[in-house]
Nanobody
């Protein structure tokens, strides 16, 4: 079965940095499009960044220039490097895997990021 496990979340001060990881298993990782989404309390889940199987990236305007998504196919892992963090970045960050051929997608459980002084 496909499993996605996020890690790296925690408490950080404004202006600080974190790197999130999403380790995938049970799938042919290299053919999947991958992404990071986030959901704050009382708000709708929103796109943060995506990376296709070919390495093409898309970023939400709110994180462009601060966050960077990349993948390591040899480790079946994607990462989200988060710099210059702001309190409004506080949310549960979720990993997503999508097979563009079959149309099947999967979600991880999420990791909490809290930006506060």
């Amino acid at each position: 079965q496909v499993q996605l496990v996020e890690s790296g979340g925690g408490l950080v001060q404004p202006g600080g940095s974190l790197r999130l990881s999403c380790a995938a298993s049970g799938m042919i990782f290299s053919i999947y499009d991958m992404g990071w989404y986030r959901q704050a309390p009382g708000k709708q889940r929103e796109l943060v960044a995506t990376i296709t199987s070919g390495g093409r990236t898309i970023y939400a305007d709110s994180v462009k220039g601060r966050f960077y998504i990349f993948r390591d196919n040899a480790k079946n892992t994607i990462y989200l490097q988060m710099n210059s963090l702001k309190p409004e970045d506080t949310a549960v960050y979720l990993c997503n895997a999508f097979d563009p051929k079959s149309g099947i997608g999967y979600w991880g459980q999420g990791t909490q990021v809290t930006v506060s002084s």
